[in-house]
């Protein structure tokens, strides 16, 4: 994965692209403690970290044991 500060992320925002054509990521880092605000990632990778995605740590879900769809495909992961 390639890390880029907000201004390295703007100034070089066609880099970014190349990078995420060729299939790995980019995350943007925000502030003096350069914290991570955003990833840019290809469209075929699918994301499964946190199935519950912006809600991760306040919501969560759970299925009988006879459902027959896993968290992925119901969720379109």
């Known amino acids: 994965m390639t890390r880029m500060t907000v201004g390295v992320f703007k100034t070089n925002f066609s880099e970014a692209l190349e990078i995420v054509k060729s299939g790995k990521e980019v995350e943007v880092l925000y502030g003096r403690s350069k914290k991570p605000v955003a990833r840019l990632v290809p469209p075929e990778k699918k994301h499964t ?21 896993t968290p992925e495909e119901l969720l379109e992961l």
């Open 49 to 69: 970290d946190g199935l519950l995605g912006c809600l991760e740590g306040t919501a969560t879900f759970t299925m009988s044991e006879d459902w027959n769809m």
